[in-house]
């Protein structure tokens, strides 16, 4: 089916993590200090966002989700910010405020666009013995506190101590039957053990199951470690190759980067797990959940510096990448255009038939088979088999005229003619990932079905439209051109 972009006002997401405040100083420079070679930036502008975490909790919040933040800061300024500028973007922030220690700031001087330097303001937030004991007891306080009224927790791991206790953090998720999506971070993944689903990037993933030449290895590895680790699935984000999902039990899913224009990765990551936490919580399957996760990674890329991305914005990529090659194809190409599709996660409908004279019955049933997958194909029966079929003052329209008509059908991708009495050498050619008929056919006796399924497809039966058939407009017609000729024989 097409990917639809849920409602997310329902989702409900519990993100708990590292919260950190981002400063950004702006100002131009023409001269080097006296009194040491670096270059003098005059500031004239500053700003202050959310990151870390609190970025993750924006985006969620950017897409009209509902989330709640649980972190540990100081009793400090930095802290005041980061909770005013959260909340009146609508995140429900618990933070934990620790009056020993200093929230994570990290100030960037910049100009002309350029970052000149960083500089980090944090003690870290001990989770051990002695005075990190009340810490981690507040922590958990908090978070058990926001546990059951949320539908997804979303960890969110810098490595900057919030998260020391995660595994028991995971087990109270668990016991509440709740998804667990991770971020993670680091070479020491057994922390995260018993998630929902993993999301590390490439780099992240060979650090931990060593390089990866190509697909085929990437996957072997990719599900080896998800075993390991209790995983419902993983999730390894590629860059430039987009990303692949592995689940149990299911085909890897390969889904190529949608990114035209690459102007900033920074805080792509957290945009993808928001993404996905969001889709999963408003009732979407994890494959969807992924593409949607892909489609705002391609735009959240094109903005400059920690950024989140919108409904609307979501809604406009999709329009743009509506690009797919589409219309009347070859068989050649249509088996490559299906192989294409299946790999990067996408199901493909197929169906055939003469289709001679396009009526209401047969636009209902093509809509309904476009509602089960991504891509329909139609296979029509060239002119020789549809008179061998139905007789020899059949088809009424040509072959080519056929499939003109039915490649203009907007839920139509793609149109190839075939040959034979029966489609099924195409249709076990093409391998689609379900074949459908209408609803006046037998499914034990739908001509490649057998083939559908012994590749791991289904076949269906669509709904019949009574008062539609070819057969019948044709028969109308002629009984209507018959009265008229007797009418003017009387005359």
């Not at 519990?14 to 006296?34: A, E, F, K, N, Q």
Request: with cysteine; hydrophobic share 40%.
């Amino acid at each position: 089916m097409q990917l639809i972009i849920p409602d997310f006002s329902n989702a409900k997401i519990l993100v708990v993590g590292d919260l950190m405040l981002d400063r950004y100083w702006h100002g131009p420079t023409s001269r080097i200090s006296p009194e040491a070679p670096v270059p003098v930036v005059k500031i004239e502008e500053s700003e202050e966002r959310a990151g870390g975490a609190g970025n993750v909790a924006l985006n969620i919040a950017a897409l009209n989700g509902q989330p709640s933040l649980v972190g540990l800061t100081g009793q400090d300024e930095a802290a005041g910010i980061l909770k005013t500028r959260l909340t009146q973007q609508g995140v429900n922030c618990q933070f934990v405020e620790l009056a020993n220690c200093t929230t994570i700031t990290k100030l960037r001087v910049l100009s002309r666009h350029q970052q000149l330097i960083r500089l980090d303001f944090e003690d870290g937030f001990l989770m051990g013995e002695g005075e990190g004991s009340d810490s981690a007891t507040a922590l958990l306080q908090a978070y058990e506190t926001q546990l059951d009224l949320h539908d997804v927790i979303l960890f969110s791991d810098y490595q900057k101590g919030t998260l020391r206790d995660l595994p028991k953090l995971i087990a109270l998720a668990k016991a509440r039957g709740k998804s667990i999506i991770i971020d993670p971070k680091g070479n020491d993944f057994d922390i995260y053990r018993g998630a929902s689903l993993l999301t590390p990037n490439l780099s992240e993933f060979e650090a931990i199951v060593g390089a990866c030449d190509n697909d085929e290895q990437l996957v072997e590895k990719a599900e080896a470690l998800r075993q390991e680790l209790e995983l419902d699935a993983l999730l390894i984000t590629r860059s430039e190759k987009g990303m692949t999902l592995i689940r149990a039990g299911q085909s890897a899913v390969h889904l190529p980067t949608r990114a035209r224009d690459v102007f900033d990765v920074t805080g792509a990551g957290d945009t993808v797990i928001a993404t996905l936490a969001a889709a999963i919580a408003a009732g979407m399957d994890m494959v969807d959940a992924t593409k949607l996760a892909n489609l705002a990674a391609s735009v959240v890329v094109s903005k400059v510096g920690t950024a989140t991305v919108t409904v609307h914005e979501l809604r406009t990529a999709m329009r743009q990448l509506s690009d797919v090659e589409q219309g009347i194809i070859s068989e050649q190409r249509l088996i490559a255009l299906v192989k294409d599709a299946k790999e990067h996660g996408e199901k493909v409908i197929m169906t055939n038939g003469c289709f001679d004279i396009l009526h209401a019955g047969h636009v209902t049933y093509l809509e309904q088979a476009k509602s089960l997958g991504d891509r329909l194909i139609v296979a029509v029966n060239d002119d020789a088999s549809v008179k061998r079929i139905k007789g020899p003052e059949r088809p009424v329209n040509s072959m080519n005229l056929r499939m003109q008509v039915l490649a203009g059908l907007s839920c139509v991708d793609w149109v190839v003619p075939f040959y034979e009495d029966t489609p099924t050498r195409l249709i076990c050619d093409v391998s689609p990932s379900a074949l459908v008929k209408g609803g006046d056919n037998d499914v034990e006796k739908i001509p490649g079905g057998d083939c559908v399924r012994e590749q791991g497809g289904e076949v269906l039966i669509m709904e019949y439209v009574d008062n539609c058939s070819t057969t019948g407009l044709i028969r109308s017609i002629r009984s209507a051109d018959d009265s008229v000729e007797n009418k003017t024989d009387g005359e």
